[in-house]
């Protein structure tokens, strides 16, 4: 499948080289087939303004009105986007510095479906020229607007001032450009870390616990109530709460959807069955937060993903960590953060992953249910579901891996279910290869 050459689950990413500098210009001229008039902005990598230029030169190469945003958050170009045909938004999210990529947005925030991506790819790899006449050639104009345009609607939910002291680590990136300045017109004290764009980025992009190890140093020494980190783009957000803690992505999943009242939850099949004990109606979709998205078109009040992913729908059905800052504050400066935290229970969890270059076949599928699970869902790899805990093996959308996530009520009941998996996929794998 040649779409699957350029389509992963979060948009075309790569290294960034000449190659992807060609298929930026090809893209930008495949997109004039379709969309008029477009929005385009950058993370702050040092190879954005490069591709970048190579989609626009494809853009007015195909005619279309563009407007360059400039260097800002995946959020801030979504939410900008509802004025345009389509965004396009220059990152690699929270993927190493020497990556980039190019994610497209729906007027509406959503990521391009698969329809979309389908007609893109056939034009991108089609032989016919796409380009417009030469009369029709367009030149780009600055669109300054967005991020002004997000901040006041951010204000707009958010009238209150909140005299929170917080951490916030940009880690270098997008977020740099708006989140500090939010904060301080919400009333926050801010100490700020990373927050100049910095494409080679300070601290690893992703806002993993291990990363953030300066974050919860400095909301020890500088007695914040609450620290805040964003990725590269700024479309995720993680937490430390007042005592320099890490606070797991299915805990603020938990916490959010309580702080919004949401009623009706979507999260992904890898979420702690910790959210399944709250008092939500929940649907889970496969991994990733654009299947999210998909089913918050029709259903549920609130969405996320334990990664940091949060889809707020009354705002874009983008992931929106900006907004998600702006909630996380509100939430601090009504009560302490770390009694809420306490008050959910802690299941461990273990995630890890087995080099492969192929997706799961049937003979590792019928190795794990000897296991004998209570339930199993298909939908996404394989999701095993036992009286306390679950397992789910799957195939990564953006690396030639298995990946198992394993969880329970206790450490060795986790152990076990992990080991055991690993042992029945390797065992599968080498007697399907003959090995």
């Not at 030169?57 to 407007?67: K, M």
């Not at 579901?385 to 450490?411: C, H, N, Q, Y």
């Amino acid at each position: 499948n040649r779409l699957m050459q350029i389509f992963g689950t979060s948009g075309i990413r790569c290294k960034a080289d000449s190659s992807l500098l060609q298929l930026g210009l090809k893209v930008g001229l495949a997109l004039g087939r379709e969309y008029k008039k477009v929005v385009i902005g950058n993370d702050s990598r040092t190879s954005s303004p490069a591709l970048k230029s190579a989609l626009i030169s494809g853009l007015a190469g195909g005619g279309v009105s563009t407007f360059d945003a400039g260097l800002l958050p995946s959020p801030t170009l979504a939410f900008a986007t509802r004025n345009f045909d389509a965004g396009i938004m220059v990152t690699a999210s929270h993927n190493p510095p020497e990556y980039n990529g190019i994610k497209l947005f729906n007027p509406d925030g959503t990521a391009f479906d698969e329809r979309q991506k389908h007609n893109l790819e056939k034009a991108v790899f089609g032989t016919e020229s796409a380009s417009a006449s030469w009369q029709e050639f367009s030149c780009p104009q600055p669109y300054t607007e967005a991020v002004e345009q997000h901040i006041a609607y951010i204000l707009s939910v958010f009238p209150k001032i909140f005299p929170v002291k917080v951490v916030l680590d940009c880690g270098g990136g997008a977020g740099a450009v708006i989140t500090p300045g939010l904060l301080k017109l919400l009333g926050c004290e801010v100490v700020e870390l990373n927050v100049v764009p910095n494409g080679i980025f300070p601290r690893p992009s992703e806002p993993v616990e291990e990363n953030l190890e300066e974050l919860k140093a400095q909301v020890i020494a500088t007695g914040a109530d609450i620290g805040l980190a964003h990725d590269g783009d700024a479309d995720r957000l993680m937490v430390v709460d007042g005592r320099g803690r890490f606070i797991s992505g299915d805990k603020l999943l938990v916490i959010l959807s309580n702080s919004l009242k949401a009623l009706k939850l979507v999260t992904t099949l890898d979420a702690s069955m910790l959210v399944d004990e709250q008092s939500f109606n929940v649907k889970r979709t496969p991994v990733g937060d654009n299947f999210v998205s998909q089913v918050l078109k029709t259903w549920g009040d609130f969405g996320g993903e334990s990664s940091g992913s949060w889809i707020f729908p009354s705002v874009s059905y983008c992931p929106d960590a900006i907004f998600a800052a702006a909630q996380m504050v509100s939430i601090a400066s009504g009560r302490h953060l770390s009694s809420m935290i306490d008050n959910l229970p802690d299941y461990p969890m273990k995630r890890g992953s087995i080099k492969l270059e192929r997706p799961i076949n049937n003979q590792v599928i019928e190795k794990l249910k000897e296991l004998k699970p209570h339930s199993v869902d298909e939908s996404d790899g394989l999701k095993l579901m036992f009286e306390d805990g679950w397992l789910l093996v799957r195939s990564s959308g953006t690396e030639p891996k298995i990946r198992i996530t394993a969880e329970a009520k206790t450490r060795a009941d986790v152990e076990f279910l992990y080991n055991r998996a690993q042992e029945l996929i390797i065992n599968a794998l080498k007697e399907g290869s003959g090995i």
